[in-house]
């Protein structure tokens, strides 16, 4: 049987409005470095390897989808948790309480993010081990829809 990793390379359409946040976000906060920009798209680097497309367009910032706990959730680690907390919410992203000991948040353009440690055990979010009760988590994703 064929088999399937994620990849190193992400793309999204975001709303039009939201380019100079996510650019101030993803590369003033999180340290990435536009590789490439033209008048429909910019092309971010994260780390070493990972990358993201942006494709800007007319989507509706309200819909239902974009505001939601209903979509991918990524994963950002950091050799500094708790000061890339502090950036990240000084830029006034929408926090999701969800039980966790992880920050959850949006970030502008409304990717659903998890900031773990670069040197975290993150077994548990491969099978293994006990985490965070599921029935709070989903009762805290209800309360976000």
């Known amino acids: 049987m064929a088999k399937v990793i994620f990849g190193n390379h992400s793309s ?18 999180l340290g990435g470095k536009i590789m490439k920009a033209d008048p429909e798209r910019d092309f971010i680097r994260l780390g070493e390897d990972f990358y993201i497309a942006f494709l800007y ?8 989808f ?5 979509s991918i959730w990524l994963e950002i ?3 500094n948790v708790e000061e890339m907390t502090r950036q990240i919410l000084d830029f006034r992203v929408r926090k999701l309480e969800v039980p966790d000991p992880h920050l959850y948040f949006q970030a502008p353009g409304g990717q659903c993010l998890r900031l773990v440690g670069t040197d975290e055990d993150l077994s548990f979010y491969e099978g293994a081990g006990e985490g965070p009760n599921v029935a709070k988590v989903k ?7």
């Open 66 to 70: 974009l505001r939601s706990a209903r």
């Open 57 to 64: 367009g007319n989507v509706a910032d309200e819909s239902e």
């Open 139 to 145: 009762e805290a994703l209800e309360r976000m829809a």
């Open 12 to 29: 999204v359409l975001v709303p039009r409005q939201d380019r100079d946040s996510i650019r101030k976000f993803y590369c003033d906060v």
């Open 77 to 79: 680690k950091s050799d």
